[in-house]
């Protein structure tokens, strides 16, 4: 069974930081897409970032120079580290693994972030 487990949200003051993990089952994390998307209330979810198995990255321009993405293949472990957070940044975070050769999505359960100005 695939499963994305995620931790590391919750409440900070605008200027601040957090950094969220999303643990994977072995069997699609080598093989998957990672990636970070956003849902806030009232809104579409929408990409933040994400990274291919091979290590590329992209980031929607709202958090350009402020999130980063990485991955650790070691621990079949994917981050998101958020620097500079805004009140806007408010919202539920939800990892996805995308497997190409299967185009299907697995997502985790979701991590409250609140930004508080």
């Known amino acids: 069974q695939v499963q994305l487990v995620e931790s590391g949200g919750g409440l900070v003051q605008a200027g601040g930081s957090l950094r969220l993990s999303c643990a994977a089952s072995?069997?699609?994390?080598?093989?998957?897409?990672m990636g970070w998307y956003r849902q806030a209330p009232g809104k579409q979810r929408e990409l933040v970032a994400a990274?291919?198995?091979?290590?590329?990255?992209n980031y929607a321009d709202f958090v350009k120079g402020r999130f980063t993405i990485s991955r650790d293949n070691a621990k079949n472990t994917v981050y998101l580290q958020m620097n500079s957070l805004k009140p806007e940044d408010t919202a539920v975070y939800y990892c996805?693994?995308?497997?190409?050769?299967?185009?299907?999505?697995?997502w985790g359960q979701g991590t409250q972030v609140t930004v508080s100005s």
């Open positions: 990274t291919t198995s091979g290590g590329s990255t």
């Open positions: 072995r069997s699609i994390f080598r093989i998957a897409a």
């Open positions: 996805n693994a995308h497997v190409g050769i299967m185009d299907y999505d697995y």
